[in-house]
Structures are given as structure tokens and as C-alpha cells.
């Protein structure tokens, strides 16, 4: 985690842990931190909601690897992740 403090310090913003933090690999899925819940699902659609807002992943294939403690990995081709306040 500190690593990430380190990255937005050097990038001039601030780290917001309340919300979803993710990283993408590209064809693969992607490993997304801070979920509280999941508010949608489907295998092009999935919206993963933090403290403070979510994040919409679309794609193709998508489906749900592993939901725990607050993380949750997303296998399939994500094509596009927006944030969702």
C-alpha cells in the first residue's frame, strides 16, 4: 500500500482509500481493492461499489473470480473501466 501513497504523492493527488482502486491486465481481467458490494452483474456488465462511489467494468466474458474481505478479481476482456459517483 505504501507503494500507491508514494505513486499519488509524485503525481500531486492524494490517495483515497474509500474508494475502488483497481489494475487492469489487458485481455486477461483485473484486481479491484476497496468493494463493498456488487450493484450489477452480468458477462458484459459488472458495477463494483466502494465507500465512496464505484466503478462500472465492461467487457466481454466477464465473470466474477474471487469477492473477499473487500477484493474482488474480474476474469474476461474488460474493455473499459468509469468511475461511478
Known amino acids: 500500500m505504501r507503494l500507491k501513497e508514494e505513486i499519488f504523492k509524485l503525481l500531486g493527488g492524494e490517495s483515497d482509500l474509500s474508494r475502488v482502486q483497481y489494475t487492469v491486465v489487458d485481455g486477461r ?3 479491484f ?3 463493498r458490494r456488487i450493484k450489477e452483474f452480468s458477462a458484459d456488465r459488472i458495477v463494483l461499489l466502494g465507500r465512496r462511489g464505484g466503478v462500472r467494468v465492461e467487457g466481454e466474458g466477464l465473470s ?3 469477492y473477499y474481505a ?4 474480474v476474469f ?8 461511478e459517483d
Do not use: W
Open 76 to 83: 474476461g476482456n474488460i474493455l473499459c473501466v468509469a468511475r
Open 64 to 66: 466474477l473470480g474471487k
Open 33 to 35: 481493492q476497496n468493494v
Open 70 to 73: 473487500g477484493d474482488a478479481a
Open 29 to 31: 481481467g483485473g484486481y
